[in-house]
């Protein structure tokens, strides 16, 4: 059985799918990719545009996710964040 | 109180002991805002907000020390003539308490219901608390509460460090939290009854420093 995904995994696997499409992607590949139920994904995309970790530029169906320089900024740290949370017990 | 008390040796102690910890315990704090923005998580919140706390609480405390080489001991707790001493007072148990109560919230937020108002608990227990020791003037009040919420956040430390699969980078942090609380009760006692410590009290100081400092290495090795 595999291990349940925590927000801030969920958040990665994101923001990493989007880095590794040459930080550009369209919702539905990304949807795809993310392996998260549609309803769970809107809520992690609009949280992610409000925080500013991804934008979203273009028109209908043209619209693709960039990341923000904040978005790299956790991709950068992610690691670091994890190992701190392990490490005192979070 | 003469000047020259200022400038005595143990005066000097106290104002040193007293800078480095509020310092380390606000670069902790300071140190790990990124973190926070970045995630939002609510261990890191109440992780990094236990050590503001702590900060207050050893600005409070050196403000009763202070008070008490200015007045004596007998007249802390003088509500009528000393709103300084009880508002430090106040402040001192307030924050003290609720530093631990947030590092032990900061460990087992996850167990409890994220929508709960869990905090606001936490807030009515160490009021009743703040409340007890004033109406009663019981240091030991104080004391206890402490001493049985440390045990309790030090079980849950030790558990996470069974489980853990590494062991070694947990390891550090059993000592670390052990230390922190073993002399954090330490400083709560000395306040109530100065000679506690006796000849042993620039070595309890002296490892304090050096769990608060040790905390913050393992925070600034990991935020850089």
């Known amino acids: ?90 | 109180m003469s000047p020259q008390q200022f400038f005595m040796p143990e005066f000097q102690v106290e104002i040193i002991y007293s800078f480095i910890l509020i310092l380390s315990s606000l670069m902790i704090y300071a140190k790990t805002k990124e973190m926070y923005n970045l995630t939002a998580d609510k261990g890191i919140k109440y992780f990094r907000e236990s050590f503001l706390f702590f900060a207050i609480a050893f600005f409070s405390r050196f403000v009763i020390m202070f008070l008490f080489t200015l007045f004596g001991i007998s007249k802390i707790f003088d509500f009528s003539s000393r709103i300084i001493s009880l508002a430090s007072s106040i402040l001192f148990i307030y924050t003290s308490t609720i530093a631990i109560f947030y590092l032990f919230y900061s460990m087992t937020w996850k167990k409890w219901d994220e929508n709960s108002k869990k905090v606001i608990y936490i807030h009515l227990i160490t009021a009743i608390i703040v409340l007890l020791v004033i109406l009663t003037r019981n240091g030991f009040v104080l004391f206890a509460s402490q001493l049985i919420l440390s045990l309790i956040t030090l079980g849950i430390v030790f558990n996470r460090y069974l489980n853990s699969k590494n062991k070694k980078a947990m390891r550090g942090n059993l000592i670390i939290y052990t230390l922190l609380f073993i002399f954090w009760t330490f400083n709560t006692i000395q306040l109530f009854v100065p000679a506690f410590l006796g000849t042993f009290k620039i070595l309890v100081y002296l490892i304090s420093i050096g769990a608060f400092l040790a905390i913050f290495y393992e925070v600034i090795k990991r935020t850089g």
Not at chain 1, 58 to 80: M, Q, S, V
């Open chain 1, 1 to 90: 059985m595999e291990r349940k995904r925590d927000r801030l995994e969920i958040i990665y696997d994101i923001l990493k799918t989007i880095n590794n499409n040459q930080n550009k992607i369209k919702s539905t590949p990304l949807l795809r990719k993310s392996n998260l139920s549609t309803k769970r994904f809107s809520g992690y995309v609009q949280e992610l545009i409000e925080k500013e970790f991804i934008k979203e530029v273009g028109i209908k169906n043209e619209k693709h996710f960039y990341l923000t320089d904040k978005g790299f900024a956790y991709l950068e740290k992610y690691k670091n964040i994890v190992s701190f949370i392990e490490d005192f017990g979070l």
